[in-house]
């Protein structure tokens, strides 16, 4: 009996050990999660879109996010906390980003700009992994290294109120949609310059950029009319009539078609980009906002942000395949690759 003792304890350890190993693996790998930024709750809803419901809501540690971006890697989230009023209104101007750890659910860092910037589009680089986040305050981008968590550089836009921000897939080029001034701006992030600032309308919103980096979209908010930039030479290709005023846009991987919400008559508009007319109108909950794809491209995400809700649409059939619930004033989205 002495002499199976030590053969049981060394099974029952080896078993000990391979039931903590397995508790880890459960523990480290995830699956893909859906990210939203609730302006009126001060939160970062953490979203299964298997399930489509909400796992957990992040506080972010300040008032208030209104976009979010993922690492390339999966672990974490990061939310500019941009203040408590409206693009070119007075209010609170914010000056940190919040570092969202996605297993633990919590914010473990803050990163701060040292001045008041009110960062709002926060976008990794497709090439450099570096962290990109528009700083309307000082008419710049302001550039994190996400290793050392520290702003790294600035970069300016030349204009006032850069609010969102797309990149080119080489990452040599950035656009900006600058509110107020209703322009966008072109810059060369290599030389760390502008190209041009392109006149759009008195106000302008958002932004977003083809896939083959052909075009670039950006609503204007006096007009029911979408405008098409030439990104090579920089200047408004032509002007696209649409049913009501546009906000966020969003072309499919593909290139075929053009998302477009429109928060007056909550639709979304769909596109098509070779003939530049609008084919399909979705009916969308109160006030859509932001439109997120998923990585196979068979589904957008739309933020809702007077319903608390994300609309998950259909890319084949065009239609809404289910409502999310999440937190009101739900905006920015993204998305958080399967990580281990």
């Not at 609503?219 to 030479?233: E, F, G, N, R, S």
Request: proline share 6%; charged share 20%.
């Amino acid at each position: 009996m002495n002499a199976a003792r030590p053969s049981f304890i060394l099974a029952a350890l080896l078993l000990s050990l391979l039931s903590v190993g397995a508790r880890r693996n459960t523990a480290a790998n995830t699956h893909a999660l859906l990210l939203v930024a609730n302006k009126a709750d001060h939160t970062v809803s953490v979203v299964d879109p298997d399930a489509g419901r909400e796992l957990a809501a992040v506080p972010v540690g300040g008032v208030t996010v209104h976009e979010v971006a993922v690492s390339p890697d999966g672990l974490f989230a990061w939310a500019p906390i941009y203040g408590n009023s409206g693009v070119g209104r007075p209010g609170t101007d914010g000056q940190t980003l919040s570092v969202i750890d996605l297993k633990t659910r919590r914010v473990v860092d803050t990163i701060d700009f040292q001045k008041p910037t009110r960062p709002h589009c926060a976008v990794f680089g497709p090439k450099d992994g570096k962290l990109y986040v528009t700083a309307e305050l000082t008419r710049s981008i302001d550039v994190i290294d996400p290793k050392s968590r520290k702003i790294a550089d600035s970069i300016p836009t030349g204009e006032r109120e850069s609010h969102m921000l797309a990149i080119s897939s080489d990452g040599k080029r950035a656009y900006t949609s600058n509110v107020g001034a209703g322009s966008v701006s072109a810059i060369d992030l290599v030389n760390k310059k502008v190209l041009a600032i392109i006149p759009i309308s008195g106000v302008t919103q958002r932004i977003a950029i083809s896939p083959d980096d052909r075009w670039v979209f950006t609503a204007d908010q006096t007009k029911p009319q979408l405008a098409v930039i030439d990104a090579q030479l920089n200047k408004v290709s032509q002007w696209v009539p649409l049913p009501d005023i546009a906000f966020g846009t969003r072309p499919t991987q593909d290139g075929n078609w053009l998302l477009i919400t429109q928060p007056a008559s909550s639709k979304v508009a769909v596109l098509n980009l070779h003939t530049m007319k609008v084919e399909h109108q979705i009916d969308v909950p109160p006030a859509p906002q932001e439109i997120l794809l998923r990585p196979d491209g068979k589904v957008a995400y739309v933020s809702c942000d007077r319903s608390k809700q994300v609309a998950e649409i259909d890319l084949t059939t065009w239609k809404v395949n289910r409502l999310i619930n999440v937190g009101a004033g739900a905006d920015g989205l993204a998305w958080a690759a399967a990580s281990d």
